[in-house]
């Protein structure tokens, strides 16, 4: 059973920063990509960064490119998202992710779909005001 617990969502101004923290447990995901994406209300969830497992590639939206770093630690088990110059468009729901069944893969276009990731978690919130 793989859990992926995120952390350190909150309020922010805009211009402000956050960093997100995802903490996996259950399985080996060093072979793995992990990612975060976001939900903001009435919207479909939509990618927002992945690092492949051996952090030589980085993707970002484009929504996010320059503000956003993501970055993983297997030794913690961990991926964070540091968030910087946050916008009121950033606020959302973010979910952490893991892929589950594809090691080593480093394919863009699939990395940024939701249906890649094969272990969730259960969200932390990011409300940026005016």
């Known amino acids: 059973q793989v859990t992926l617990v995120e952390s350190g969502g909150g309020l922010v101004q805009t211009g402000g920063s956050l960093r997100l923290s995802c903490a996996a447990s259950?399985?080996?995901?060093?072979?793995?990509?992990l990612a975060w994406f976001r939900q903001a209300p009435g919207k479909a969830r939509e990618f927002v960064s992945a690092?492949?497992?051996?952090?030589?590639?980085?993707y970002y939206d484009d929504s996010v490119r320059g503000r956003f770093t993501i970055s993983r630690d297997d030794a913690q088990n961990t991926v964070d998202l540091k968030m910087n110059d946050l916008k009121p468009e950033d606020t959302a729901v973010y979910y952490c992710?893991?892929?589950?069944?594809?090691?080593?893969?480093?394919?863009?276009?699939?990395?940024?779909?939701?249906?890649?990731?094969?272990?969730w978690g259960q969200g932390t919130q990011v409300t940026v005001s005016s």
């Open positions: 992710a893991a892929d589950g069944d594809n090691p080593y893969n480093r394919i863009r276009t699939d990395l940024v779909r939701p249906v890649e990731y094969d272990y």
């Open positions: 259950g399985r080996d995901l060093r072979t793995h990509a």
């Open positions: 690092v492949t497992w051996d952090s030589v590639n980085k």
